[in-house]
């Protein structure tokens, strides 16, 4: 089994900044790629930005500039820069990891989300 702990959430001003954390561990045999999505209210789940393991990254058009996706050198950790902030920021920032697992093989996982509330 895999799991995905994310922490950083929480509430902040416009203009302001965060930085969400995402720890993997268990049966990992390797990680392929990392990324944050986000569910704002009655809206789908979207791509924020990702990470793979080779050092590429894709970014949404609407976070680009203010939002840094990075990996912790040697762990299967992956963070979430969020700077200048805006009020449609507002979601549950979920992370999700493309895993190849020590048993059951490749496959995408998720974790609980973490709450990002931007508002003045």
């Known amino acids: 089994q895999v799991q995905l702990v994310e922490s950083g959430g929480g509430s902040v001003q416009p203009g302001g900044s965060l930085r969400l954390s995402c720890a993997a561990s268990?049966?990992?045999?390797?990680?392929?790629?990392m990324g944050w999505y986000r569910q704002a209210p009655g809206k789908q789940r979207e791509l924020v930005a990702a990470l793979t393991s080779g050092g590429s990254t894709n970014y949404a058009d609407f976070v680009k500039g203010r939002f840094t996706i990075s990996r912790a050198n040697g762990k299967n950790t992956v963070y979430l820069q969020m700077n200048s902030l805006k009020p449609e920021d507002t979601a549950v920032y979920y992370c999700?990891?493309?895993?190849?697992?020590?048993?059951?093989?490749?496959?995408?996982?998720w974790g609980q989300g973490t709450q990002v509330t931007v508002s003045s």
């Open positions: 268990g049966s990992i045999r390797s990680i392929n790629a």
């Open positions: 999700k990891a493309d895993v190849q697992a020590w048993i059951g093989g490749r496959r995408d996982y």
